[in-house]
């Protein structure tokens, strides 16, 4: 099965979007409870650079369907510049379909998806916004994996654990 490089796009997106942590909570893992039932953050989240304001996060809908929009929107804090890296996806489909793709931050951010943004992203507050359109054609199946979004040091920006089915 081939997926399109707009998907992965939109997926890669979506996850630099959801990536926030609540500066004023610093747990080792959150749980999915916390974000929702889609997603949560991995690895050790306070080595991220990407800090999330609390209730800085706007996913809608909460739960992807294909043929709509997902739209995404992130307050949060960037504790360093970014001016380049890599958004690498390491994904399952039903177990048994694997999507093993890396994508240039710079090119995610300039996307139409990401409102054409740019490298680099200044250190401090920031606003992140995306709205991306999921196609139909994608299998409702369930989709299990790792997108890690690091910086041009090789620093963690952010990692996120989806877990769901596309509805």
């Known amino acids: 099965m081939r997926f399109g490089s707009s998907f992965l796009l939109t997926l890669a997106t979506t996850c630099l979007l959801v990536s926030a942590q609540p500066i004023q909570q610093q747990h080792a893992f959150m749980s999915p409870d916390e974000h929702g039932d889609i997603w949560s953050l991995c690895d050790d989240p306070s080595s991220h650079t990407l800090r999330g304001y609390e209730n800085g996060v706007y996913i809608f809908p909460a739960v992807p369907h294909t043929g709509e929009d997902i739209n995404v929107k992130i307050k ?41 943004n740019h490298c680099p992203l200044n250190a401090g507050d920031l606003l992140l916004e995306a709205k991306a359109f999921i196609p139909r054609e994608i299998p409702k199946l369930p989709l299990d994996g790792i997108i890690r979004i690091s910086d041009q040091n090789d620093q963690t920006v952010t990692c996120i654990r989806l877990n769901f089915n596309l509805q």
Do not use: A, F, R, W
């Open 76 to 116: 949060g804090n960037l504790l360093s510049e970014v001016t380049g890296g890599k958004v690498s996806i390491d994904l399952k489909l039903l177990s048994m379909i694997k999507i093993n793709k890396e994508l240039d931050l710079c090119s995610v951010l300039q996307s139409d998806i990401m409102n054409h």
